[in-house]
C-alpha cells in the first residue's frame, strides 16, 4: 500500500497569509495527486488535481505543486472561506486510491 | 447542476449488513468513462476509499475489505448501492458517494454530503 504523510495536522493562520501544506507519498505516483477542502456539515470539494491543474472554478489563490514523493498545495492570500480541513489524495491505480490523514487551517 | 446524496441507515448492529443508497442528478451513468463511488471516513481518521462502479458495470473494491463489499449501480433510476456485510464497530463512519469523472482518472470531483453510521448494541 501506498502510505501518505500530510502535514502539517493544524495550521494556524490569519487572513491574508499564504500558508503550504505537504503531502508526502511513499512511491511514485506519476503526479497522481488530488487535494481536497471539507467544511463541516459540507461535501468535499475537489480543488486541485493531477498534482497541480486547478479544478475549474476553484480561486485562483489555491496552487498545486510537486512531483515525484513529494506535493505541496499553497494558498497565496487566505480568504476567511479558506478555513477548512485539506486532505490529499493519490490515486496511483485503480485499486490504489488513499488519502491523507487531513490538515485543519484555523484562524490565529 | 451535478448532486449525489447517500441515504441509509443511522445505526447498526454489529454482525448486520449495511446497505446504502446514493442518489445523484446531473449526469448519466451511462456516460463513458463515468464511475461513482463509495468513500468513508471513521471519527478522527482518514477517508478510505471502499468500492467505484463504471459506467461500464466494471466495479473496483478497495482489497483490504473486498470480500464485504458489494457495490450495484442502476443507471436508469440514478443511484448507487452499497452493501457492507458483517458490520463491526470498526466501520462506524460518515459514508460518501463521489463521482469518479474521467476515464484513466481516479479523483473524485463531486461528493455527497455524507450520512454517518453508527454501528453499536
Known amino acids: 500500500d501506498i502510505q501518505m504523510t500530510q502535514s502539517p495536522s493544524t495550521l494556524s493562520a490569519s487572513v491574508g497569509d499564504r500558508v503550504t501544506i505537504t503531502c508526502r507519498v511513499s512511491?511514485?505516483?506519476?503526479?497522481?495527486l488530488a487535494w481536497y477542502q471539507e467544511k463541516p456539515g459540507k461535501a468535499p470539494k475537489l480543488l486541485i488535481y493531477g498534482a497541480s491543474t486547478l479544478e475549474s472554478g476553484v480561486p485562483s489563490r489555491f496552487s498545486g505543486s510537486g512531483s515525484g514523493t513529494e506535493f505541496t498545495l499553497t494558498v497565496s492570500s487566505l480568504q476567511p472561506n479558506d478555513f477548512a480541513t485539506y486532505y490529499c489524495q493519490q490515486y496511483s491505480s485503480h485499486l490504489s486510491i488513499t488519502f491523507g490523514q487531513g490538515t485543519r487551517l484555523e484562524i490565529k | 447542476q451535478i448532486t449525489l446524496e447517500e441515504s441509509g441507515p443511522t445505526l447498526v448492529e454489529p454482525t448486520q449488513t449495511l446497505t446504502l443508497t446514493c442518489t445523484f442528478s446531473g449526469f448519466s451513468l451511462s456516460s463513458s468513462g463515468v464511475g461513482v463511488a463509495w468513500i468513508r471516513q471513521p471519527p478522527g481518521r482518514a477517508l478510505e476509499w471502499l468500492a467505484t462502479?463504471?459506467?461500464?458495470?466494471?466495479?473496483h473494491y478497495n482489497p483490504s475489505l473486498k470480500r464485504r463489499l458489494t457495490i450495484t449501480k442502476d443507471a436508469s433510476k440514478n443511484q448507487v448501492g452499497l452493501t457492507v456485510t458483517d458490520m463491526d464497530p470498526e466501520d462506524t463512519a460518515t459514508y460518501y458517494c463521489?463521482?469518479?469523472?474521467?476515464?484513466?482518472?481516479?479523483?473524485?470531483?463531486?461528493w455527497g454530503q455524507g450520512t454517518p453510521v453508527t454501528v453499536s448494541s
Open positions: 512511491q511514485f505516483i506519476d503526479g497522481r
Open positions: 463521489a463521482r469518479r469523472p474521467v476515464m484513466g482518472k481516479y479523483y473524485f470531483d463531486y
Open positions: 462502479v463504471y459506467w461500464d458495470d466494471d466495479r
